[in-house]
Each structure stands twice: as structure tokens, then as C-alpha cells.
């Protein structure tokens, strides 16, 4: 014999019921069977509704039962032959008649007890069983219909009744062994206690009906029929790639479905554990699919983890003090008083000092638990040697499940830097003996993504998620975005990137979006968003909580610089283009670095110096192999250089400074690249990356420009230029009459930096820079005489662009 259960939405139309009678009788070919059946989807809470509006004197629960009622008719009228209605309808009639009943009096008591609340909702199963037994017997397969109530005893504890084992367990044995029909149809949920009255089965009921009848009748199998393909590895409204776990032992889901997995409910495992019944998972809108089936021993795939699953509404107490070190009898009286409160345990935790014991309960109870505690405790607590119960609330478990994970090393550890790199706090740990779970208690905000975090961890092996939100997509932020489109396909494949642009802001609208932008439409995406906040965005990015989460500057601004340290304490990591933070207070910039390093994450900045030119990578590279910097001399600015490179006194120097312009190597003024103001930035940036506590205005700065040039607007720079040509022809002839080349050179020796027009003669190392080129010349320890030359094009929205993206792939590796 096999026992089928089929959930509320398996049975919540007529559609889905004739589909639930096709299944069956395909079924029935091979062998007998019993059909649990449970009330149809919303039901069961539409008849609590209903008890409590009449407890509270509503009389809109007529309503209510009216609709239930409605509702039964119609799916008897479009599920038996027209014929054959008039009993069916009749029986449906009488028992709504009761319910209506159960109402009155409610309402006349205004009392809705648990006795009461366990009558009310075993009709929902009660009347979903007969009309789809009626609907086997006018379908061609004879069906007998049989009242759970009769077959399944527990004491009288109404709302979560227990079941009476050895007495059930008879009652099923007697009635099947002599029972003939090859189908019975049986209500699920609904119990009896010895006085015969109704009782419940609480959560997961249906399913431990199922479970008690195949134990009771040594089924070959228990199929349960929902709406869901199977077990699996993670909450599928969570984690977009969970997959379906074909096999699972009933071990490995007992702690699944303890630790919140919605497809099964512990006690179900029980009954078929025991009888080493296999159990199968199976999704009643795709019956051809395989599903997960539970058996003694699951056969391997091959992953140390089955599953991932959690509970929230989780509230820790912890009970301290040095009194309890080395004392008998604190644990024993700390569980004793917890379990004659009624208050369920779901996690204990204690360290080897025995100074503390933390344990974890259901929200709800959490003052209860205290106030209890605090009272047994209350001699010692007076006298000091334990203090009052310390309580936290708004957390979850998070637990990784697996039979594999016994005796192989590295599984917690591999799950706790996952978790520590995507900055998730973990606030108490738990495993047992069996080693075939781990839990762990987080934030309840942070829930979400731990569980992604480690399905990506474990699960994954494919691709690792990305999370880009991108401040800036004027020239380099644009070049960037279509960078990141091109490489889509080559990232994922050689690198296993998937990288996402979750959200894009400007300085005039911004977009978040959980799926990601797309890249072909993020213009008109952008366009249509919300007015820009640049507070407001990264509320939303810390409030989203993704992981792999990272924030990329790609503006000049000043105010965007300043949010950077909000999210670095939340472990997002920070790409700048923006030169402004780190070259703003040493403090700040000492900071960012520090938050970074304590939450796991990386705050980096290469383009700030040298566009997509690796000079901060490499400088880092030297101090972190012990070498030391003696000098640094540079040429730290594309704009410059392209300028000085195309003057030559004749072409006038306003025309080469629009030229570069137009090019693309200025700012939108010009005059931030040729005041100098930039380079004193980017030499200030090495010199604190060698290790130098330096400010700004340290920096001697010996600019070119006329103060007359930095007045008024753009427009006004360019003719102020024009009016001093002769200023700027005789800066070239000067140099040329020294057989010199005009460079604007940044330095930093001994502690001192400084930036300005040098005149620089033909056997020096910068003499021979081109174009837009950057050059950085390191003279270190282990290159004294000869330094360590970085060299290339150091402007250009490609370029930067480049650097950028080359940012973003190393904080992927965090």
C-alpha cells in the first residue's frame, strides 16, 4: 500500500483536483492506496478568521461562511457529473450548516476557545475529503471515504494535540486489515481524544496523518503532493538558484525542515523514520518531475552540504556570572524552569569557562524566559554571582545541513569567512556531535543575504555574484558601463563573475533594481528614475544588504566622497575614481583604510593616480615585500603633458588647451587639470601610500597660471588665456633656449612633496613623454640608482575607465 498527501494548493480548484484524481489513478496501477487530503488553500484561515470576528462580535462572519460555502458548491458543481450533485451538494450544505452553527454560539459566547478553534477548522478538511472522494466514485474509481478522527487518537491538548502511539497505531492496523477498497480518502490535519472529541494535529498536520497511516499500515512509500518541485538547497523566494535536492537522508531533513524548510515539518519524519519508509517530495502541477525523495541513507552529491535552511523570530538570552564556573546544577535548574514554563529551546550554546550559557528561543516568549529565569536565579543574582539574563532580539538561525560534513575539515570555517567577508556578524554558534549541522544566529536584516552568501559558497560553482552600484555615468562612468557589457560574456566564462548592476545614480536621478540593469537600456532606465540623493542611495544599498556588494565612485564630488565610510562598515566594498577622499584630511583618508581592513571588504582607488597605469598597485606591492621608498618623481597629469607636448609657440595656447579638451583629457574645467591642484592630489596619495602622515598643505605647489585665469567661468578662463599668449610663449622659449622640455613634475623625498613647471633637460628619465603619457619614477632601496619606471597613457575616459573596471575585479576576489 502507498500513502498520498496532497497539500491546500494541490486541491484548491476543481482543476487541481481532477488533476490530483489523473495522479492517482496512475497511482493505482501499481499498487493500493490511501489518499490524505488536506482543506483547500485558504480555507483553514478563513474559518479562524471567521471564529474570531464572531468572538468579537462581527457579524461579517456570516459573510465569510457564506463565501467558504460558495466556494465548496461551485468546485462540487464543476468537479461531479450534474447527475449526481444532489447528495454531494447536500452533504457540503450540512456541514457548512455546522459551521454556521459553531459561529452562532461563538458569537453569543464572544469566547473562541482552543476546543471550539480545533472543531471550527477540521471542517475544512473534513469537507475537501468527501467532495473529492465524490469526485473518485463519479469518475470511474471507487473511493471510500473514512474519517481520520476514527483512526488517529492523542490526548486532549487542543491546537497541537499529541498523538497517542500504540493506540493509534491499533486503530489503523484493525480498520486497514479488514478494510477491501483499493482507494481510501482520508482528512488530513483532524485527530479525536478519547471522549471522541476533535482535536488537531497542529503545524504540518496533514503531513503527520500521512506519516501515522503509512507507519500503521507499512506502506512501501509516502508520497507528499504540493505545490513545490521538491526539497531545496535554499529557500527558492531567497535564493534565485536553488535547486531541487533529489535525495535526502531523513536525518538530513529533519534538521531542515526544523530549521524553517516550509516543504516539511519535523514531526512527519518520525512515524516513517522509525519503519524506514521512503518519502517523496513531488509537485503536483509537474508530476513528471522527479522531486526529492527521503530515505534511510541518501545517495551522494557529491557536496559536503545538503541544504541550507533558517528560522527568524529568534530572541537569545545569555546567563553569565563567575559564580557559575566549576558549580553543579545551574544548567539542570536553568532547563528545568524553561521546560515547566512551556518554553522550547532552539539553540544552546556554552564556552569551556562555563562562565556563560546563551541560549536561544522563539521571539515571543523571550520576556517570559526572563522573567522566569531571573526569579530561579534570584538569590544568586542578588548576591552578584550571576547577573540579570541579557537579552537580544531581532535575529535568526542560519544553518548549513548535510550527513557529509562528519570528519571533514575546513566546512566551518569555509562558512564563517563567508560570512565575515560580506560583513554578516555572527552572534552565537552551535553545532552537535553529529556534525551534520552547523547553526549560526544573525541579524535578522541579514538573513537574506547570509543564506545567499552561502549557497554561493557551497552550492555555486558556477558563477560568484556581483552587486555594482555605480555612482557617475557621464564620460568615464558611460565607458565604463559599456566595458562591463562587452566582458559580460568573457567574465562569467574564464572567471566565474556574473557581475550585476544593481544601481545606477547621477547627479539628477538614480535606479535601484534587485534584478540588475540592463545594459542595453540603462540610459532610458536612468532617465525615468527617482531625483538623486546621494544619501538616499546608499540607505538603499545597506538596507538591500546584497552580497558581494560594490560601491563605485566614478564623480568628482565632494559630497559623494563623503559616504564612503557609511558603507565600508557595512562590508561594501568602495571602487573610487574620485581622488577627493583619498586626498582629503589624513584622517579621513587613514579611516577609510582602517574600516576596510576591520570589515572585510576593500577600499580602492588605482585611477586616482595614474588612469588604468598599475602605480598604486605596484607601490604597494614594494611596501609590502619590506622595500622602502627614498623618492618618488612624476609626471601625474595626461592634461599637462598633452599640453606641453602639443605647444610649440605658435598654435596659441588657449587652442591647445580646447583641443584637449575636446579630446577628452580635461575636466569640464579645464582649469582643475592646469591649476596643478590635481597633481598635488595624486603625489599626496603616494606619499601616503609609502607610509607618510601628510595633508594637503604640505604640498608646495608653483603653478603656471595667472591668478586672472582662475576667474569667473569657463568661458572667461579661455579668454583670459588668449589675452596672456606671451606669458605662456615665453615659458616655451625659456625652456627651449635650455635645450628643456616644459613637464609640470610632482616630487616627494624625505618627508617633502612638491609639484610645478620644471624645465627638463634631454638626458633626463621625463624628457621623452608623449602625448597624454604619465610617467612615476620609484627610487627605493632595492632601486637606487636606477628606478622603478611606470609608464603610459594617463588620461582618456577608456583608459580610466579600464582602471577601473580592473578595481572592481580585484574586490570581486574579497
Known amino acids: 500500500m502507498q500513502v498520498l498527501k496532497f497539500g491546500g494548493t494541490s486541491v484548491g480548484s476543481a482543476d487541481n483536483i481532477k488533476r490530483v484524481i489523473a495522479i492517482v489513478n496512475e497511482k493505482l496501477k501499481k499498487d493500493t492506496a490511501i489518499v490524505v487530503i488536506s482543506a483547500m488553500g485558504g480555507i483553514t484561515d478563513a474559518l479562524l478568521n471567521s471564529g474570531t470576528m464572531a468572538a468579537n462580535g462581527n457579524e461579517q462572519y456570516k459573510e465569510e461562511l457564506q463565501r467558504m460555502e460558495q466556494r465548496h458548491l461551485e468546485t462540487v458543481k464543476l468537479l461531479v457529473p450534474v447527475q449526481h450533485q444532489s447528495h454531494v451538494l447536500s452533504q457540503v450544505k450540512k456541514l457548512s450548516n455546522d459551521i454556521e452553527d459553531i459561529c452562532n454560539g461563538i458569537f453569543l459566547l464572544g469566547e473562541f476557545s482552543d476546543r471550539t478553534r480545533d472543531r471550527m477548522v477540521s471542517y475544512g478538511e ?13 469518475s470511474g474509481t471507487e473511493a471510500l471515504w473514512k474519517d481520520s478522527r476514527n483512526l488517529i487518537r492523542t490526548d486532549s491538548i487542543f491546537g497541537n494535540a499529541a498523538v497517542d502511539i500504540p493506540v493509534t497505531r491499533q486503530l489503523i492496523t484493525e480498520y486497514f486489515s479488514e478494510c477491501k477498497s483499493h482507494l481510501v480518502v482520508v482528512p488530513g490535519f483532524i485527530a479525536a481524544n478519547a471522549e471522541g472529541e476533535t482535536t488537531t494535529l497542529g503545524r504540518g498536520g496533514s503531513d503527520y496523518t500521512a506519516a501515522l497511516l503509512a507507519a500503521g499500515v507499512n506502506a512501501t512509500l509516502m508520497e507528499k503532493w504540493t505545490d513545490v518541485p521538491g526539497i531545496m538547497t535554499a529557500d527558492p523566494r531567497w535564493v534565485s538558484s536553488a535547486r531541487v535536492i533529489p535525495s535526502i537522508s531523513y536525518q538530513e531533513a529533519m534538521e531542515l525542515s526544523h530549521f524553517g524548510a516550509k516543504v516539511l515539518y519535523p514531526p512527519t519524519i518520525q512515524p516513517v523514520l522509525r519503519k524506514a519508509i521512503p518519502v517523496v517530495i513531488k509537485n503536483t502541477f509537474a508530476p513528471e518531475e522527479a522531486g526529492t525523495i527521503i530515505e534511510k541513507k541518501a545517495s551522494g552529491n557529491g557536496n559536503a552540504i545538503r541544504g541550507i535552511s533558517s528560522i527568524s ?5 545569555s546567563l553569565e556570572g563567575s559564580g557559575m564556573i566549576g558549580v553543579p546544577g545551574f544548567s539542570r535548574r536553568l532547563f528545568e524552569s524553561l521546560s515547566e514554563a512551556r518554553i522550547n529551546v532552539i539553540l544552546i550554546t556554552q564556552g569551556s569557562s562555563e562562565h556563560s550559557i546563551c541560549v536561544g528561543v522563539e521571539e515571543a516568549y523571550i520576556q517570559k524566559a526572563k ?3 531571573d526569579r530561579v536565579f534570584e538569590r544568586e543574582i542578588a548576591t552578584e554571582k550571576v547577573q540579570p539574563l541579557l537579552v537580544e532580539t531581532n535575529l535568526s538561525i542560519v544553518a548549513l545541513v548535510g550527513e557529509n560534513m562528519k570528519s571533514r575539515p575546513g566546512i566551518s ?13 555572527v552572534r552565537a554558534i552551535a553545532q552537535g556531535a553529529s556534525e551534520r549541522n552547523i547553526s549560526a544566529v544573525v541579524a535578522t536584516k541579514d538573513v537574506r543575504k547570509a543564506i545567499n552568501v552561502l549557497h554561493e559558497e557551497f552550492f555555486e560553482s558556477t558563477n560568484k555574484q556581483i552587486n555594482l552600484f555605480i555612482a557617475g555615468t557621464g564620460n568615464v562612468g558611460s565607458k565604463l558601463l559599456q566595458q562591463l557589457r562587452q566582458q559580460q560574456n568573457w567574465l562569467a566564462e574564464h572567471m566565474r563573475l556574473n557581475i550585476r548592476v544593481a544601481g545606477l545614480a547621477n547627479s539628477r536621478k538614480m535606479i535601484i533594481d534587485d534584478r540588475g540593469i540592463d545594459f542595453s537600456h540603462w540610459q532610458e532606465k536612468l532617465q525615468n528614475g527617482e531625483d538623486a540623493d546621494i544619501d538616499a542611495f546608499v540607505n538603499i544599498i545597506i538596507g538591500k544588504n546584497f552580497r558581494n556588494a560594490i560601491f563605485v565612485d566614478m564623480t568628482a564630488s565632494d559630497t559623494v566622497a563623503t559616504v564612503y565610510d557609511k558603507l565600508l562598515q557595512k562590508s561594501v566594498s568602495v571602487v573610487a575614481c574620485n581622488k577627493v577622499a583619498a586626498s582629503s584630511s589624513y584622517a579621513y583618508y587613514r579611516k577609510l583604510k582602517d574600516l576596510a581592513r576591520m570589515h572585510n571588504c576593500l577600499y580602492l582607488f588605482e585611477t586616482n593616480v595614474g588612469a588604468a597605469l598599475p602605480v598604486i598597485g605596484t607601490l604597494n606591492d614594494l611596501m609590502r615585500s619590506g622595500d622602502k621608498i627614498s623618492r618618488i618623481e612624476a609626471v601625474l597629469s595626461g592634461t599637462l603633458n598633452f599640453v606641453f607636448n602639443e605647444y610649440d609657440g605658435k598654435t596659441s595656447f588657449a587652442e591647445v588647451v580646447k583641443k584637449a579638451q575636446d579630446e577628452g583629457y580635461t575636466e569640464p574645467d579645464p582649469r582643475l587639470d592646469l591649476s596643478g591642484r590635481d597633481v598635488v592630489r595624486k603625489i599626496l596619495i603616494l606619499a601616503r601610500e609609502s607610509g607618510e602622515q601628510m595633508e594637503m598643505e604640505d604640498i608646495t605647489c608653483n603653478g603656471f597660471l595667472p591668478d586672472s585665469c582662475m576667474q569667473g567661468d569657463v568661458n572667461a578662463f579661455y579668454e583670459q588665456l588668449r589675452l596672456h599668449e606671451s606669458h605662456f610663449k615665453k615659458l616655451y622659449e625659456d ?6 622640455k616644459l613637464k609640470f613634475v610632482a616630487k616627494f623625498e624625505k618627508g617633502k612633496a612638491s609639484a610645478g613647471l620644471e624645465h627638463i633637460p634631454s638626458h633626463h628619465n621625463l624628457y621623452y613623454l608623449y602625448g597624454k603619457d604619465n610617467v612615476v619614477l620609484f627610487y627605493t632601496e632595492r632601486y637606487p640608482n636606477q628606478p622603478l619606471v611606470i609608464k603610459g597613457a594617463g588620461a582618456g575616459a577608456e583608459v580610466t575607465a579600464s582602471g577601473v573596471f580592473a578595481d572592481i575585479i580585484r574586490a570581486t576576489a574579497t
Open 371 to 373: 522573567d522566569v529565569v
Open 413 to 425: 570555517g569555509k562558512m564563517f569567512g563567508a560570512l565575515g567577508r560580506n560583513g554578516v556578524n
Open 126 to 138: 473534513l469537507i475537501a475529503s468527501q467532495i473529492i472522494a465524490a469526485g473518485f466514485n463519479h
Open 735 to 740: 625652456a627651449r633656449a635650455a635645450n628643456s
Open 313 to 317: 523570530n529568534i530572541a537569545l538570552f
